[in-house]
């Protein structure tokens, strides 16, 4: 295989934590939000800065350079939780859906001309929270297949996976949540918030995806994007996805994928094509993509 090249951005930028990490600020929208650390802001608006030099107005071709730029990023799970829901703002640290969320939300802002870590901030907001509007825990999308439900109803995202060829069908009870309460620490010791999870868990749902046994298939290699969002569909009871990245064609036409890895520590272009990383996964048995709407 031939030598993918791509380039990073080293960004200096000093990473000092609050000395609360629940510390609050108002922004423009008089939402309260939560940092990492002090250079959140800096580096998001570095980013955009970044973006808006590229050139770049296509979302897919966005979405890839932004991905490139968080390479190195270190993969930290569970950045989200607090004992408050707060618009938490973390570039520093990215696990597989926050950083598909910092994607979007970077793309989003330079797709409209904006390049203030405040407008990186309401399309976190939007993209993450049902109706785009943050409550409590149970406003936050948790499962894929309503995330692109809600997100496609208010014209953020769109699902291709019914337009890939061979593409199919499951049907599957996405309730892992209220299920299993004790693995997560806002539903183990709160009842009323595990009932308000289950109004919004689905039953029988049904929803596409494309078997990994045709991810080889030189239609779908033709039919799949650079900078297409995918999440990796599980065959674990309650859960519809296991995983998410983005997809990066090499020279050859053969998709990767680039994501924020718990194995690798970090965010990272995997080494195997899409196909073949899939094959060493017992419970990851097909894909599911999405794009950014114009």
Same mark, same amino acid.
């Given at each position: 295989?031939?030598?993918?090249?791509?380039?990073?951005?080293?960004?200096?930028?000093?990473?000092?934590?609050? =000395?609360?990490? =629940?510390?609050?600020? =108002?922004?423009?929208?008089?939402?309260?939000?939560?940092?990492?650390?002090?250079? &959140?802001?800096?580096?998001?608006?570095?980013?955009?800065?970044?973006? =808006?030099?590229?050139?770049?107005?296509?979302?897919?071709?966005?979405?890839?350079?932004?991905?490139?730029?968080?390479?190195?990023?270190?993969?930290?799970?569970?950045?989200?939780?607090? &004992?408050?829901?707060?618009?938490?703002?973390?570039?520093?640290?990215?696990?597989?859906?926050?950083?598909?969320?910092?994607?979007?939300?970077?793309?989003?802002?330079?797709?409209?001309?904006?390049?203030?870590?405040?407008?990186?901030?309401?399309?976190?907001?939007?993209?993450?929270?049902?109706?785009?509007?943050?409550?409590?825990?149970?406003? +936050?999308?948790?499962?894929?297949?309503?995330?692109?439900? &809600?997100?496609?109803? +208010?014209?953020?995202?769109?699902?291709?996976?019914?337009?890939?060829?061979?593409?199919?069908?499951?049907?599957?009870?996405?309730?892992?949540?209220?299920?299993?309460?004790?693995?997560?620490?806002?539903?183990?010791?709160?009842?009323?918030?595990?009932?308000?999870?289950?109004?919004?868990?689905?039953?029988?749902?049904?929803?596409?995806?494309?078997? +990994?046994?045709?991810?080889?298939?030189?239609?779908?290699?033709?039919?799949? +994007?650079?900078?297409?969002?995918?999440?990796?569909?599980?065959?674990?009871?309650?859960?519809?996805?296991?995983?998410?990245?983005?997809?990066?064609?090499?020279?050859?036409? &053969?998709?990767?994928?680039?994501?924020?890895?718990?194995?690798?520590?970090?965010?990272?272009?995997?080494?195997?094509?899409?196909?073949?990383?899939?094959?060493?996964?017992?419970?990851?048995?097909?894909?599911?993509?999405?794009?950014?709407?114009?």
């Amino acid at each position: 295989m031939k030598k993918m090249l791509f380039s990073i951005v080293i960004l200096l930028v000093a990473c000092v934590p609050h =000395q609360s990490s =629940q510390q609050e600020i =108002q922004a423009a929208n008089t939402m309260k939000m939560r940092f990492h650390c002090d250079g &959140d802001t800096t580096m998001v608006n570095q980013l955009l800065m970044k973006g =808006q030099e590229s050139g770049l107005t296509d979302a897919n071709a966005l979405v890839e350079f932004y991905a490139r730029q968080l390479l190195g990023t270190p993969y930290v799970a569970h950045t989200l939780e607090a &004992d408050e829901e707060l618009l938490t703002i973390n570039i520093h640290e990215l696990d597989c859906l926050t950083f598909i969320e910092s994607l979007y939300a970077l793309t989003r802002a330079t797709i409209n001309h904006r390049y203030s870590w405040r407008d990186y901030a309401d399309n976190i907001e939007n993209i993450r929270y049902r109706g785009g509007e943050m409550g409590d825990y149970s406003s +936050r999308i948790h499962y894929i297949s309503e995330w692109i439900i &809600d997100n496609h109803l +208010r014209g953020n995202l769109v699902e291709v996976t019914p337009d890939l060829p061979h593409a199919d069908y499951m049907v599957k009870d996405i309730d892992y949540m209220s299920k299993n309460p004790s693995q997560y620490r806002q539903l183990k010791n709160d009842t009323a918030m595990v009932e308000k999870i289950k109004r919004y868990e689905l039953l029988h749902h049904r929803f596409p995806y494309l078997k +990994r046994s045709w991810l080889n298939d030189k239609a779908v290699k033709a039919a799949l +994007r650079s900078g297409d969002f995918v999440s990796l569909v599980t065959k674990m009871e309650g859960l519809d996805v296991s995983h998410n990245g983005i997809i990066v064609i090499d020279d050859k036409g &053969d998709p990767y994928l680039l994501d924020a890895s718990m194995s690798g520590g970090k965010v990272m272009l995997e080494s195997k094509p899409l196909f073949k990383y899939l094959e060493r996964s017992k419970t990851n048995i097909g894909i599911r993509v999405f794009r950014i709407m114009p």
